[in-house]
């Protein structure tokens, strides 16, 4: 999996170097309000797709029912072009990392350990033109763009060097989780930007499979529960392997240490939250054991004993949850949350606890 970008400058290349330099040279001198984007191997690098950060239903509909050309042609319209998308799932999110950010510059003025947003879309760059208008409308601090022109983008994602991407495809997220990025697949949940904080971005993750490997899952769904809590007491010492975003928290660790060196701890702009299914008395300490283990800390910690997720989502009102398993997903958005599905280990074979049948690989390969 991605891990926290390198802070010794002697790990990146002289020749990186030496050009991030003459381009520093060149920006700082254009007089410009607008803050500028930190170099890569210093920030918190969010990829975000198209889909994600805009509502585009309709221009979707177009594309698949007209063709690639007939979905140009529409967004090429100049009446089209000037007329701002409608905000997407991850648009409230991409406000909250806005926040963070601003608070980061006002206690460090002068570092780049911040959040830089990358719109990363196989959208063609003829159809730019109305992303980059919708984004100056809403005043959206994203200046790195990548558009494919239908390529898929993952080839790009650890060239951005990529702490999380976000996306509608699926197919893609996995892809991006098979390259060890952090990922997953968002999904709409209704009007409830209003209903969330505009002062502290709240993370949400579930653990097994999400933020630690699916080591133990495996045992609870081939032995069962008696056989998953023997071995969770037995190895409640021994952490747990690092799940696919297991990296993104960290990440959002190093940013809050730096409003706790500020003593600002009370006041910090990122809350983190584990909303597991695991029972605390059963299997609770070897989670939290194994973030203490890699030096992680999480703000609050709700084990729930396999009752529903959505109830307690709903009172955190997170900008974003992550979760491997859709029946979970599934229950947070009936009740508002935004959800992110993190296609990864042996929760995708199975749905509500019952193993969903696999089509034979050999026809599977035939067709």
Known sequence: MSEIKPTNP?????????DWAASKACSDSLKTKKPKPPKPQNAVTIAVSSRTLFNMVEERKIYEEEGV????????????ENEPLMPGVAFPLVKALMTVNSRLRQLYPDSEELFDIVLMTNNHAQVGVRLINSINHYDLTIERFCM???????????????????????????????????????????????????TQLKVAFDGDAVLFSDESEIIAKQRGLDKFFEHEQEFENIPLKKGPL?????????????FYAKNERMNCPIRTYLVTARSAAS???RALKTLRSWGLEIDEALFLAGAPKGPLLQIIRPHIFFDDQMFHIEGAKELGTI?????????QKYHKGELIEQPDKDVKDKK
């Open 148 to 198: 494919t022109g239908g390529q898929s983008p993952i080839g790009y994602l650890k060239a951005y060097m990529t702490n999380l991407y976000l996306s509608k495809d699926g197919e893609k997220v996995t892809e991006a989780i098979e390259e060890g990025i952090a990922a997953a697949t968002m999904f709409t949940s209704g009007d409830v930007e209003n209903q969330l904080s505009d």
């Open 69 to 80: 050309e007939k979905y140009m042609a529409y967004m090429n319209q100049q009446k089209h």
């Open 283 to 285: 299997s609770g300490a």
């Open 246 to 258: 297991k990296c993104f928290l960290e990440a959002l660790g190093k940013l809050q240490r730096k």
């Open 10 to 18: 002697a790990a990146t290349h002289t020749g990186e170097e030496k």
């Open 339 to 347: 959800a992110a599905h993190v296609p990864y280990g042996i929760g």
